[in-house]
């Protein structure tokens, strides 16, 4: 089983919709939890980070934390064609290891 | 400068040329990371370095050689590679076990 699973997509939304990408993981004495956006030949770029049970929003992105279910979510709302991307989700697990998911493809349509 | 840094930012050697990459962070952190992403495909985390001593080595082969000479640098030196390791070479840096930040990476194409 690996460590942190992620639907490789490819994703497609029309603009103006809500894109909502979904992550689970493993190690249940998990404690952070970050999201990345990687453009195509592009690295990865910090997007969100979450710690706590629950939601946490930065502008059109919210970040839902579930550790009961061991499951971690990034909404997008009012999607923009310039969202289209690879989203990684990572997690840093009780040994301090810093795992990736595969990522999700999401393109948003015009 | 700010951020990490990766030079060359494009590189293309032959199977018998050595090279070196060079990451630079200036963010205060105290752990280094090298990963490789080929075409369309996952992250692959190769070395990781904390306070300068390496910590992991995921089975990459001997034909990459990382160098820590300081919290601050990082090195990947190249010999005799193969086209498959042609891929995108990424470096990151954190505080240990806290989020990553990524350099821009280097192109490396090798023929």
Request: hydrophobic letters at 30%; one cysteine or more; charged letters at 15%.
């Amino acid at each position: 089983q690996k460590e942190v699973e992620q639907n490789s997509g490819p994703l497609s939304v029309p603009e103006g919709a809500i894109a909502s990408l979904n992550c689970t993981y493993s190690d249940r004495g998990s404690q952070s939890f970050f999201w990345y956006r990687q453009y195509s030949g592009k690295s990865p770029e910090l997007i969100m980070s979450i710690y706590s049970n629950g939601d946490k929003e930065d502008g059109r992105f919210t970040a839902q934390l579930n550790k009961a279910s061991q499951y971690v979510s990034l909404l997008i709302r009012d999607s923009q064609p310039s969202d289209s991307a690879t989203y990684l989700c990572a997690v840093t697990s009780t040994g301090n290891q810093f795992y990736f998911g595969t990522g999700t493809s999401l393109t948003v349509i015009p | 400068e700010t951020g990490v840094t990766q030079t060359p930012r494009h590189l293309v050697m032959g199977m018998t040329n050595k090279k070196s990459l060079k990451c630079e962070q200036h963010l205060g952190h105290n752990a280094m990371y090298w990963y490789k992403q080929s075409a369309k495909k996952p992250l692959e985390l190769m070395f990781v370095y904390n306070f300068k001593e390496q910590t992991e080595n995921n089975s990459v082969p001997s034909r990459f050689s990382p160098e820590c000479p300081n919290s601050s640098h990082l090195f990947l030196h190249l010999h005799t590679l193969q086209p498959e390791d042609s891929a995108l070479y990424l470096c990151a840096s954190s505080q240990v076990h806290n989020e990553q930040f990524f350099g821009p990476g280097t192109r490396l194409t090798v023929l």
